[in-house]
């Protein structure tokens, strides 16, 4: 199963607060280990919500709003996307993970839907769609 890993953001990260060595040191053998054991899809990082912008929809109207945005602990701060066989394999993977910040923090793993949760909505032409997509990005980061 596919698992998104969001690490939450803290008043630290939303001031720009940048970690330290010593964090990105752990957090890179931490990101190693998970590459050989070969989970690790994805992981980045993001800007303060001051550097970002949300996009509220209402039927056709679309609302730009500039950040910032709070409050800031239901913001998130970064990502890894995990290919795990559970959903106790990734919280075991997670309290692995060194502390995402300099004070208290906090880590939410969601699932990822996957072709077959959306039954017979998603029809042979919707599927054939999907996969092209998939080998279209495939190729892309082989590039």
């Known amino acids: 199963m596919k698992v998104m890993v969001f690490v939450k953001a803290t008043q630290d990260s939303e001031t720009g607060v940048m970690p330290s060595e010593q964090l990105l040191t752990e957090m890179g053998q931490y990101n190693e280990e998970l590459a050989r054991a070969g989970i690790l899809l994805a992981a980045e990082g993001f800007h303060p919500s001051s550097k970002g912008v949300r996009v509220r929809f209402s039927g056709t109207d679309r609302t730009v709003t500039q950040g910032p945005f709070t409050p800031a602990q239901e913001l998130v701060a970064g990502y890894w996307l995990w290919q795990v066989n559970s959903m106790e394999e990734a919280v075991a993977w997670v309290k692995r993970c060194p502390n995402p910040m300099p004070g208290d923090s906090e880590i939410e793993i969601r ?33």
């Open 111 to 143: 699932p990822v839907f996957e072709a077959e949760d959306f039954g017979e909505v998603l029809t042979p032409a919707l599927r054939e769609q999907s996969d092209r997509i998939r080998a279209q990005l495939e190729t892309q980061q082989q590039e």
